[in-house]
């Protein structure tokens, strides 16, 4: 199992309308091609106007057919133009990770 954990900052008094605009655009549709979000959080101390959500693959082939999926789906595409629109986001950091045989998630 692998596991990307990505964290957006977003520029400060948007984090609201991000979001907003991610459960009313994006969450569905992210659900349906990538299935397997463990968390969606925001940040409560240290580095502020942050989103983090990880979500969990069987393999590296399968994130890149989930997203390359996604990716087609003109829905994303729809969210995508708001997003810009919006022009909330500054930065994007995705990471990808394995667990140790001793995490709680395999």
Do not use: C
Not at 42 to 50: D, H, K, P, V
Not at 75 to 82: C, L, Q
Not at 88 to 97: F, G, I
């Amino acid at each position: 199992m692998y596991y990307e954990l990505r964290t957006y900052t977003i520029k400060p008094t948007r984090l609201a309308d991000w979001l907003a605009l991610y459960q009313s655009d994006a969450l569905e549709v992210q659900t349906e091609h990538l299935g397997n979000l463990v968390g969606f959080f925001t940040t409560e101390f240290g580095a502020g106007n942050q989103v983090v959500h990880i979500w969990a693959y069987d393999s590296l082939d399968d994130r890149i057919a989930r997203r390359t999926k996604m990716a087609a789906d003109p829905r994303w595409a729809e969210f995508s133009r708001k997003n810009k629109e919006l022009d909330a986001v500054v930065n994007l950091e995705s990471r990808l990770m394995r667990p140790t045989g001793f995490s709680p998630l395999k």
